[in-house]
């Protein structure tokens, strides 16, 4: 970014003690003079502000640095009143006798939504979510434990004050184009009332017309162009503090200074997919959308898209599945990326507004031809659901249904448009079903050319096994279900103890037993362990093989569980694992597999 582009960039910092404002100011690589108040702010400044310390970067940084809180206020108070808004303000969070950091940055807040505040401290009288709560919007609050290193303030100082500057460059161009056209549009009102006085006249109105229309394209081009330059250049010094941070998580720090990197880590990983969102949307925008047609399988691309969810799942307890219809073709040719990204844009969509249940992913077939097959690909959650009125709205771009879910949980609403152009883009479409309080259910369809070079249908089959499922959780249960029963076996599921051991001590269809317990180790684990032991004792006197299902990261089920259980899956659960874990049981399987 060029220097002048960096001339309306403004620093606030407040600290009580004079050794910190020193720092800050060697920080910054400013020299300290007299702020000149008829250049900062367009006017003398009031009696009692009067004699504060300005100091301007050699690079076109302008800081101002207060002794406390009421001053930093006021600073900023002037400052608005003036035209000339801080990007950037550094927050001492203690700063005694008067008011702290955080009731200053309240009150800034309340002045201007657009500033970001940076709280640097020491020692803290408040939680981290607390302060988040205080001062919205979290995207908009960083936070910095002392002592800091020179460089994180420099960064901070830079990356937020460019994204600041761009911001309001985006603003400044987008109101000079909607000026330049409405000034274009009433000049061509002008000459239609003139249309029919003279054929000259007529024809100076279409070259107009055509000149008009030249300029709001060149001006839509150079818009998206400006917008996919400014965010790889936001971009480059992003991965810089997403990579430290990931440096200074490794070392041996406190459990606080590691909750505060996390916080930067989660923050920086953030604004890193809002980026990469509005790059791939100008990209749609401006026409430079390419796509592959590669050869992929459809099974396989949706299983690795699910496990890079797991783990923002996990932190969440949500239960993950994905149930294919066994009769879809295993491979196609297509864009697998633009696939898994619109699936990883549900995914994505569902984990953030679901906080507890599951998530499951359901694939059938909806229209199918020699050459080419329509799937349609279903995301079900147990989140909070969704009004019918507000469903037109959803894959609108730049659109939220409301403020609060926003500030709660982030996103710009480039997603769900993105997606839905994609869909499009590729032969198909998208839609919700939804009710609040209910979850929600978004799914899309793309017609995708079968690549007949390659095996169109699975070769592991369980056909002739009777299998029982037992666990607490029906809806999963019922997704397994459906799962064996389309692989060819028969099942029977069970959720309590009695049942079980009802099932396992009986014959079922055609003289056939039990051959395989799977048993579903959830989210509540405390009410499943006597389920688990009495269905192992119920199993091992009728010599029954058992599997055990359980989640990511799930210690207690692996240390505790799994020695009584023939092996254990980790959710979500893939469909060839699954089957050569129950053929092996059963003496089926492959040992080598």
Known sequence: MASNELDNIRVLAADDEPLIREIYATILNLTEFPIDWSAATGETPDPDLAGRAGRKHNF?????????????????????????????VFLDIRMPPGPDGVWAAQQIRKMDQNVNIVMVTGHSDYETGEIARRIPPLENLLYVRKPFHPHEIQHFAFSLGSKYVVEKELQAANAEMEARIQHRTSELSRANETLLKEIGERKRIERDLREAKDLAEAADRAKSQFLSTMSHEIRTPLNGIIGMSELLNDMSLTTEANEYIKIIYNAGNMLLHILNDIIEYSRVVSGKMTFDNVTFGLKSCIEETMDRVVEAAGQKHLELATLIDPNIPLFFRSDPDK????LLSFLNNSIKFSDAGEIVVRVSEVADNPTHTTVKVAVSDTGIGIDTDD?????????????SDTRRHGGLGIGLALSKT?????????????????????????TLEKECGLAHNG?????????????LNTRMLSV?????????????VATDAASARRVLSEDGDAGASVDVVLCDHGA???DAAALWADV???????NVPAILFRLLGDTTAEATLAGEFSTSLVKPIKEYQLCQAILKATGRGNSEQ
């Not at 696939?339 to 619109?342: G, K, M, S």
């Not at 469903?391 to 403020?403: N, Y």
């Not at 070769?459 to 666990?471: K, N, P, Q």
């Not at 397994?480 to 029977?492: E, F, I, K, N, T």
């Open 60 to 88: 076109g940084f302008e800081s101002i640095i207060c002794s406390n809180s009421r001053e930093a206020v006021d600073v900023v108070r002037i400052a608005l009143d003036k035209k000339r808004p801080f990007a950037v």
């Open 339 to 342: 696939f898994a990204q619109i």
């Open 391 to 403: 469903v037109d709205r959803l894959f609108k771009p730049f659109t939220q249904l409301d403020p």
């Open 422 to 446: 994609l869909a499009e883009l590729m032969g198909g479409t998208v839609g919700v079903e939804s009710a609040p309080g209910e979850g929600s259910t978004f799914w899309f369809t793309i």
């Open 459 to 471: 070769e592991v089959r369980l056909d002739g096994l009777r299998l029982l499922f037992c666990g």
């Open 480 to 492: 397994y279900r459906d799962q064996v029963v389309g692989l060819g076996a028969v099942c029977d």
């Open 524 to 526: 509540n684990a405390s």
């Open 536 to 542: 192992h004792e119920a199993g091992k006197r009728e």
